[in-house]
């Protein structure tokens, strides 16, 4: 499977890996622009080896992907919150912590729709590669 044969995918599988580069895009700035550039690599390496797997249609990675979004939204909520309140008060950083949660929701939905399911098990060619016994 060529990776950039994705106008040839499903509308869910397209609009689930377009969805998560928009979500890492935006977490990404996000952090490093209100939260510490110290913390930007260490979410930017994750985030670069999520993307590339789900890019490669490995069903693992989209279920790695689901718990990602899922610690992704709770970070960004949390935040979001810290950002409402007292000196730490930014609402421009409270916007764009609730873009990403709302982005990383939507990727959720996405990778969880039936056939986006359904593509990932069918293309998924890591199960295929042969054993070592």
Same mark, same amino acid.
């Given at each position: 499977m060529n990776l950039f044969d994705i106008q040839t995918y499903p509308a869910s599988v397209r609009v689930a890996i377009y969805s998560l580069l928009l979500a890492w895009v935006a977490f990404l700035w996000? =952090?490093?622009?209100?939260?510490?550039? %110290?913390?930007f690599n260490r979410f930017a390496i994750g985030g670069i080896l999520i993307i590339f797997f789900v890019?490669?249609?490995?069903?693992w990675a989209r279920m790695l992907c689901l718990c990602a979004n899922a610690m992704a939204v709770l970070y960004c909520s949390l935040f979001g919150y810290v950002f409402t309140m007292g000196e730490a008060r930014n609402p421009a950083a409270v916007f764009f912590s @609730?873009?990403? =949660?709302?982005l990383f929701l939507i990727n959720s939905y996405f990778l969880? @729709?039936?056939?986006?399911? %359904?593509f990932f098990k069918l293309h998924d060619t890591s199960k295929d590669a042969p054993s070592s016994t």
């Open positions: 996000s =952090v490093h622009q209100y939260y510490g550039p %110290e913390f890019l490669r249609l490995r069903n @609730a873009l990403c =949660v709302l969880m @729709a039936k056939p986006t399911r %359904e």
